[in-house]
């Protein structure tokens, strides 16, 4: 599957991280979709299919947690990686259990990001 056919979805409650991500994954030639809650994310989710998900924890009104919740009741495959504060332990832990594969917590280093984006895109799994 080249890249322009790879669609990235990246929620975030945080402007500047939304339009950082934006840019930087869309610079790699991917299809970018972005949402600020998690309501907005299940719309795209349903309608576009993301092959992988940058998914906040920490949101207003659905959080990370209850939007993987949603997918996995909905059956809906993709990748997830948190994005995360320090000291939330708890959520990622639960998050894992509800499928998500890796996390980052903020500030991240963009191009470790960048790497584990590549890294689970091109793996079959
Ligand atoms: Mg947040």
Same mark, same amino acid.
């Given at each position: 599957m080249s890249r322009s056919d790879q669609k990235v979805l990246v929620v975030d409650d945080q402007y500047g991280i939304r339009v950082l991500l934006k840019e930087v994954f869309s610079r790699e030639g991917f299809q970018l979709y972005q949402a600020a809650n998690g309501k907005t994310a299940l719309d795209i989710i349903r309608a576009e299919?993301?092959?992988l998900i940058l998914l906040d $924890?920490?949101?207003?009104? $659905?959080?990370g947690l209850e939007l993987l919740r949603n997918l996995k009741k909905e059956e809906i495959d993709a990748k997830v990686i948190m994005m995360t504060a320090y000291g939330e332990l708890d959520m990622v832990e639960e998050a894992s259990k509800l499928g998500a594969l890796s996390h980052f917590t903020k500030p991240f280093d963009i191009v470790e990001l960048k790497e584990e984006v590549l890294r689970q895109l091109t793996s079959s799994s």
């Open positions: 299919k993301p092959n $924890m920490k949101m207003p009104g $659905m959080d």
